[in-house]
C-alpha cells in the first residue's frame, strides 16, 4: 500500500486491525511525510521521531500477543500544545512555559492514548490559544495564515501529515483554521469533551473540537474523547453519545437548512456573501433564508466580555509576573477584562441562556443552520490569523458547529461552509453534515447558482 500517509484516520485504524499494515509503518510513513513538506508549513513545536516509532512499535507487538486493541489502535494523531501530555513538553505558545513537563496527560489526550493512538507530537499554537501568532504557515498557500489559534492541528492534517489532531475554541480557534486550510473541523457541544489538563482561558467558553480529512474521522475521534471527567464541572454524566453511527446513517427524511446570514454579514467579503448566496439557493426547497431573535444582535459584544473577564483572571499570575514576555495584544486584552464591570460580566453569561432558548426555535424547523466559517479565505499574511466573528456566536451559545471544505474562493483556497446543530445534537449534526458533503459531493466549488429556492 502506497501513501499511508494520506490513509483517513478510520481507514488506517482498520488496516492496522486487520493486519494489512503495522502501527510502525504508519508512523514512518507520516514521519517522511513531515520531513518532506514541513519544512515550508511549520506545523510542530515538538517532535520525537524515536519517541512517536516507540510507541507504534510497543502497540504492533500489544496486537501480536493478541491483546485488546483501541478503537484508534496504532493511529497517529497530532495534539496542540494547550493540552498536557505526560510524556513530552506543553508549552502553550508562550516563552514563559518554555521547556514544562506536565506530569501527567490531559483528559482527552489520556482517552486518546487509551483508544491505541499514537501521540504524534505538539503542534503550533498562538500565544496562549489568543491570537498573536506562531510559525505555521497555510498548507495550500505558505504566504497565507492556516487561523488560529490551533494553527498547527488544523495545518498537519491538511498537508496529511496525520490524520488527525485536537485543538481548542474559545472563539474561532477550530472552525476558523479548519476552514482556512479545507479539512473538516468539528467543535462539540460545550461540555462534551473534557478540558481537564487543558489551558484553561474561559470556562464559560473554552471547548475542545477535532480536525480531520472526513467527517467520519472527526465523530471517531470526537467520541473516543467525550464523556465525563470530575475535573472539568461543565461535563456531565451521560451515556457516550453514538456520534460515528449516527454520523454514518442516512437521515430518515432529507434535512432542511436555515441560512442565516447573522448580524454579522456586512463583514463577509463580497465574494463570500456571493458564494454563500448562490449554495444556500442550490439546495433549493431544502433551505430557507431565517434571520436570528433580535438579541443575536448583541451576541458578539457579550462574548467578547466574557472571553476577556475570564481570560484576565487566568492569566492573572502571568500578567502580573510575566508582562513582559507577553505580547502587547495579550497584555491589552488582560487589562480591558480587568476594566469590565462585574454587572456587565454577569449580565453577558446568564443570556446565554435565553438567547439559546430562542434560537431553538430555528432547530423546530430546520435540521443545522448554515452560515460562513469566516469572513472569506485565508488572509495573505502572517502576522494575524484572521476574524473570528462567524464562528464566535456559536461559541458563545456553546452549541455544536462544523465546517466543511465545500466551497473555494476567489484564489482558489478553501471557503468552509460552517453548518450549526441544536446544543446536545452533535450526531444528529454531523449526520446532516455527511448528507449535504455526500449530496453535494467531495470536489470544493466556487458556489456557482445550481438551484433555486425562496425564503422562508
Known amino acids: 500500500m502506497t501513501d499511508l500517509h494520506a490513509l483517513s484516520l478510520a481507514q488506517a485504524a482498520l488496516e492496522i486491525r486487520e493486519g494489512r499494515i503495522k502501527s510502525a509503518e504508519l508512523v514512518r510513513a507520516c514521519l517522511g511525510r513531515i520531513k518532506a513538506v514541513d519544512g515550508d508549513i511549520r506545523a510542530w513545536t515538538f517532535l520525537d521521531p524515536d519517541h512517536a516509532l516507540r510507541q507504534a512499535e510497543a502497540l504492533d507487538r500489544q496486537r501480536s500477543e493478541g491483546k485488546p486493541i483501541g478503537r484508534l489502535h496504532g493511529v497517529p494523531v497530532g495534539i496542540k500544545d494547550v493540552f498536557d501530555t505526560g510524556d513530552m513538553p506543553t508549552e502553550l505558545g508562550s516563552p514563559l512555559y518554555a521547556g514544562r513537563m506536565p506530569r501527567r496527560d490531559a483528559a482527552c489526550v489520556a482517552r486518546l492514548r487509551a483508544a491505541g493512538a499514537v501521540i504524534m507530537g505538539k503542534t503550533v499554537t498562538t500565544e496562549f490559544a489568543y491570537f498573536t501568532p506562531g510559525k505555521t504557515a497555510n498548507p495550500h498557500d505558505p504566504r497565507r495564515t492556516p487561523g488560529g489559534s490551533s494553527s498547527g492541528s488544523a495545518a498537519a492534517v491538511a498537508a496529511t501529515m496525520v490524520p488527525g489532531a485536537i485543538g481548542s475554541q474559545t472563539a474561532g480557534s477550530v472552525i476558523r483554521p479548519a476552514a482556512f486550510c479545507g479539512v473538516v473541523g468539528f467543535k462539540p457541544t460545550h461540555g462534551l469533551i473534557p478540558r481537564t489538563g487543558a489551558l484553561l482561558l474561559s470556562r464559560t467558553v473554552d471547548h475542545i473540537g477535532v480536525f480531520a480529512r472526513t467527517l467520519e474521522d472527526a465523530a471517531l ?118 476594566s469590565h464591570l462585574a454587572v456587565a460580566y454577569r449580565r453577558s453569561v446568564d443570556l446565554i441562556e435565553p438567547i439559546n432558548a430562542a434560537i431553538d426555535a430555528v432547530f423546530d424547523e430546520y435540521d443545522a443552520i448554515v452560515t460562513p466559517a469566516a469572513p472569506g479565505e485565508a488572509p495573505l499574511g502572517l502576522d494575524a490569523t ?35 446543530g441544536r446544543r446536545g445534537n452533535d450526531a444528529r449534526l454531523l449526520r446532516t453534515a455527511r448528507w449535504l458533503a455526500e449530496s453535494l459531493g467531495s470536489k470544493p466549488r466556487r458556489g456557482k447558482q445550481t438551484g433555486k429556492g425562496g425564503k422562508r
Request: negative net charge; glycine residues 10%.
Open 386 to 420: 484572521g476574524n473570528p466573528v462567524f464562528c464566535s456566536p456559536w461559541t458563545y451559545l456553546g452549541t455544536p458547529a462544523v465546517t466543511l471544505p465545500l466551497l473555494k474562493g476567489p484564489a482558489g483556497m478553501p471557503l468552509g461552509v460552517q453548518l450549526v
Open 221 to 338: 475521534m470526537a467520541e473516543v474523547m467525550a464523556g465525563h471527567d470530575d475535573g472539568d464541572p461543565d461535563t456531565r454524566p451521560i451515556a457516550t453519545p453514538p456520534l460515528a453511527a449516527v454520523a454514518a446513517e442516512r437521515p430518515p427524511l432529507p434535512p432542511r437548512f436555515a441560512f442565516v446570514k447573522t448580524p454579522m454579514w456586512d463583514q463577509a467579503e463580497k465574494s463570500t456573501q456571493d458564494a454563500f448566496v448562490a449554495f444556500a439557493e442550490s439546495l433549493g426547497e431544502g433551505a430557507g433564508e431565517v434571520e436570528l431573535p433580535s438579541a443575536a444582535g448583541e451576541i458578539i459584544a457579550l462574548h467578547g466580555t466574557v472571553m476577556d473577564v475570564e481570560m484576565a483572571h487566568n492569566l492573572h499570575r502571568e500578567y502580573e509576573d510575566g508582562a513582559e514576555k507577553l505580547s502587547l495584544r495579550l497584555r491589552q486584552l488582560i487589562e480591558r477584562g480587568r
